[in-house]
């Protein structure tokens, strides 16, 4: 990558960028005074800016690079595709040769009950999709009254009414009168924060259980759906304690409800394993999907379908009036599936499960012996270190929520890396292509930073 800092001018796109674009998740008043971070260019783990800046992507674009930037052969099948058919729909009995194909491809890829998938833009579309899914499901087995949908608070699924109503951020609900009618949610399995005095195996065993009580509560006959991610991403990469995953499968198998494992970060390599559903044994019924996906070359999303969903869906008969104009978009289903060409040819899963995956998670959990650390935690190619005043005691946090984090942030990018900052913990979701070296630097620049935040 060669050096472009006098090609851009920073300030003038600063300007110009502060007075006509609105950032999504963004003060914008704020914003606008300090101007942004212009990036420029990638390859590989690394991001340039418009002042010639080199910064590892130590969250893989927004939890979705996986084969890291600069891919050519995605570039090269994307162009291929936009020459021969840039775009048709595949509503009104239609399909292409490239949705055929990926539609395959992830068949073979997902959990052996899943074979079916239905395509959109996003993870939020996704979402949206199982919101409307789940209930066509039930109308269509001739069970309308199962509606309700059980999501989990500090859950994630995306931004659109759908999705901010079945993630459980409470900034985000109070924005606009959310959740909508039929959603009801039950505490996550974040035992470092909200475990008190219990173990994390019985903290992990009580929260599960408040999805049985939930489902008793509203009458198993009016649930239709519970929704979670196997590991939630944006609430700070909250890994559950081992005995949480089996006692909610337990729940799962005596109930007649459908579960919706989100696998938009967790999907497609990042925990070692193609799925987050393979990792922990979850066999869900309906998975969305997004990210990862295409490793975000293009927007794509898609939610797969169990056998199961697919009864209700297709051997029932009938139409689902549901899709979107880019479902199944002809180029980006080459962008995928020119990603996932490269995620197998490279061996990448394997790699995050038994090479980068350890070596890293290794040198990472060493970080529980800096002062202001209180926990570092990783799986697959995913960690989050929890900042805190006083290490000796977990229930102490910092008086003002966030402040500590995002000073961490901006000491980290000046380190010439990028984390993301939830609340008071510091996140790194880096593409799957990192070698040792990358991580050693990775590994190098979070201790300076931490050290440099405990001065500040
Ligand atoms: C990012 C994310 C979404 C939303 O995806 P978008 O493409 O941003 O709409 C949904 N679920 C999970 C778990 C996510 O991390």
Not at 126 to 146: C, E, L
Not at 191 to 210: N, Q, T
Not at 276 to 305: C, E, N, Q, R
Not at 401 to 416: A, K, L, M, P, W
Request: aromatic share 8%.
């Amino acid at each position: 990558m060669t050096a472009q800092s006098n090609i851009y001018p920073t300030a003038a796109l600063q300007a110009t960028d502060a007075a006509h674009h609105l950032h999504p998740f963004s003060d914008m008043k704020s914003l606008n005074e300090e101007g942004s971070r212009i990036i420029t260019g990638a390859e590989g783990v690394w991001l340039q800016d418009s002042d010639g800046k080199r910064m590892m992507d130590g969250m893989a674009g927004l939890w979705c690079v996986q084969v890291g930037h600069g891919r050519k052969e995605i570039a090269e099948a994307v162009s291929r595709q936009m020459e021969e058919l840039a775009y048709y729909n595949t509503f009104f009995k239609t399909t292409h040769p490239p949705a055929v194909a990926l539609s395959e491809k992830l068949a073979q890829l997902a959990p052996d009950h899943m074979n079916r998938v239905f395509y959109c833009s996003s993870g939020s579309e996704a979402n949206d999709t199982v919101f409307r899914m789940v209930r066509h499901y039930w109308d269509q087995i001739g069970q309308p009254a199962k509606k309700t949908i059980i999501g989990r608070w500090n859950g994630y699924h995306g931004s659109t009414l759908a999705g901010t109503s079945l993630g459980g951020m409470k900034a985000m609900h109070e924005q606009g009168d959310l959740p909508v009618p039929g959603v009801r949610h039950i505490n996550q399995p974040y035992w470092f924060g909200e475990g008190g005095d219990l173990s994390p195996e019985e903290f992990g065993i009580k929260v599960a259980r408040e999805l049985e009580t939930a489902i008793d509560q509203l009458g198993e006959d009016t649930v239709g759906a519970f929704i979670a991610e196997p590991i939630q991403g944006a609430g700070g990469v909250i890994i559950p304690p081992e005995s949480y995953w089996p006692e909610i499968r337990r729940i799962l198998s005596e109930r007649n409800i459908l579960f919706a494992a989100d696998e938009v970060i967790c999907g497609f390599g990042r925990l070692g394993t193609w799925f987050g559903s393979d990792y922990y044994g979850l066999k869900p019924d309906l998975m969305p999907i997004a990210k990862g996906l295409t490793s975000g070359y293009l927007p794509m999303g898609g939610v797969m379908v169990s056998d199961r969903v697919a009864e209700g869906l297709v051997d029932k008969g009938g139409e689902f009036y549901h899709g979107y104009t880019y479902s199944g978009h002809p180029v980006c289903a080459a962008a995928a599936l020119a990603s996932l060409d490269i995620i197998e040819r490279e061996g990448l899963v394997d790699r995050v499960a038994n090479d980068i995956g350890p070596y890293l998670r290794e040198r990472w959990l060493k970080l529980n012996d800096h002062p202001l650390v209180g926990e570092a935690r990783m799986t697959g190619l995913v960690g989050a270190l929890e900042l805190v005043p006083d290490k000796t005691n977990r229930h102490k946090t910092f008086p003002d929520t966030g402040t500590v984090g995002t000073i961490c942030r901006d000491i980290s990018f000046e380190n010439g890396l990028v984390m993301r900052a939830v609340r008071d913990s510091m996140i790194i979701s880096p593409p799957l292509v990192l070698s040792r070296e990358e991580a050693d630097f990775l590994i190098e620049a979070v201790v300076k930073t931490l050290d440099e935040t405990h001065h500040a």
